[in-house]
């Protein structure tokens, strides 16, 4: 079976952090497509990445990763210094500044002539210090080598352990003094009414500060670059809700005689403010661990996409890396082998089995004009 390579010039797939509810997944959407030059952008809340396709004529990847940015999410990225020899006038830096921008993936790029080395920011996962390379290599009669990688390629979910990390510490912080917080706040109901009196109601204030300001500041923060934008989403509910909560509490913590004379009773909510931000810490500990084990699982499956792929060149097939596969070229799969790409079928019928991606176990007929997918087997 022959097929062609699907996809579209200039897409990338980005990864995303800080991203906490769907409404975040659609505002990022929203103001990428708004950009010009960007022909369509799709954000996955669940893998925590955005798909962008984009005229690289008009708007680069690094036009989009600082529009991410400035929204207030992050885009992490990778940096590799390249050494590389056979520079010898500006001409030269130019070439090969524009044969790397021009790579995959690649963010940003720049040869300092004095040093013969190229700083190269790329997206992990879109290209690898050794696809840097071959960009230089193609670029003319240079050579290039990897003097130093600054950030370690990350292992699937490294990511979300490490937001699962983070969380972690702050909830078992948080809950921590939100337990005194809540038993001073409820010894009402069980009969201890010296909790009521004001030193209780100050020693709450004091345990409750931290709770909202260092483990709960990703919610404020998270509200802050909202309202920049003009936007909400679940940082602005939270947000708004426990700083009323705290700053009406501590009002009638420090003036409640001011309180008094508006003729308002003075009360305190300092365990609402505490168990809402210890809740929902909770909950996305919860949800960073879930999104680290989707993420896994999903690239175990992309793993099991061979490493080569048969082509026809020249009038004849040969093997090359699956990762050398270009738009737009062709290559041949045998009874029994799997796809080494995404692609549509332009000669041959066959069945493949597709059940890594569907779960279904009957094979699926393909004849010219359908697609594959793949990592499925022909």
Avoid at 24 to 37: D, F, R, S, W
Avoid at 40 to 63: Q, T
Avoid at 219 to 240: C, E, I
Wanted: with cysteine; proline share 4%.
């Amino acid at each position: 079976m022959a097929a062609q390579t699907a996809g579209q010039q200039g897409r990338a797939l980005i990864p995303l952090k800080g991203m906490h509810c769907a409404s975040c997944a659609a505002n990022i959407e929203k103001h990428l497509n708004a950009m010009p030059g960007v022909t369509g952008a799709s954000v996955n809340f669940a893998s925590s990445e955005a798909s962008v396709g984009f005229d690289s004529g008009s708007v680069g990847l690094r036009d989009i990763v600082r529009k991410i940015r400035s929204l207030g999410y992050e885009a992490p990225t990778e940096t590799a210094v390249l050494d590389i020899k056979g520079i010898s006038c500006a001409s030269c830096v130019n070439r090969i500044e524009t044969a790397l921008n021009k790579a995959p993936g690649v963010v940003r790029a720049a040869v300092n002539f004095a040093q013969a080395q190229a700083l190269v920011e790329f997206l992990p996962g879109a290209a690898t210090a050794a696809e840097l390379v071959n960009a230089v290599d193609r670029a003319g009669a240079y050579t290039a080598s990897v003097a130093d990688q600054t950030n370690a390629e990350q292992q699937p979910g490294a990511q979300f352990e490490e937001e699962f990390r983070s969380n972690r510490s702050r909830l078992i912080f948080a809950a921590a003094l939100t337990l005194p917080v809540f038993v001073l706040g409820m010894g009402h109901m069980v009969g201890v009414h010296s909790f009521n009196r004001p030193w209780a109601h100050f020693t709450a204030l004091v345990l409750s500060t931290p709770v909202l300001f260092w483990s709960g500041a990703q919610f404020f923060t998270g509200f802050w670059n909202s309202l920049k934008h003009r936007t909400a989403d679940m940082n602005t509910l939270v947000a708004a809700g426990t700083a009323s909560a705290y700053l009406y509490s501590a009002a009638a913590t420090l003036a409640p005689s001011a309180l008094a004379r508006a003729g308002i009773e003075p009360q305190v909510y300092f365990e609402t403010a505490c168990m809402i931000i210890t809740l929902i810490l909770f909950g996305r500990m919860l949800e960073a661990r879930a999104k680290g084990q989707t993420s896994d699982a999903i690239r175990r499956l992309m793993d099991l996409r061979p490493r080569t792929a048969r082509v026809s060149r020249d009038g004849r097939e040969m093997e090359i890396p699956a990762d050398e596969l270009r738009e737009g070229e062709e290559f041949i799969v045998r009874p029994g082998e799997s796809f080494p790409a995404d692609g549509a079928v332009l000669d041959g019928r066959s069945a493949v089995d597709e059940s890594m991606v569907t779960g279904e176990s009957i094979p699926v007929d393909k004849q010219p004009g359908d697609m594959v997918t793949g990592a499925t087997v022909n």
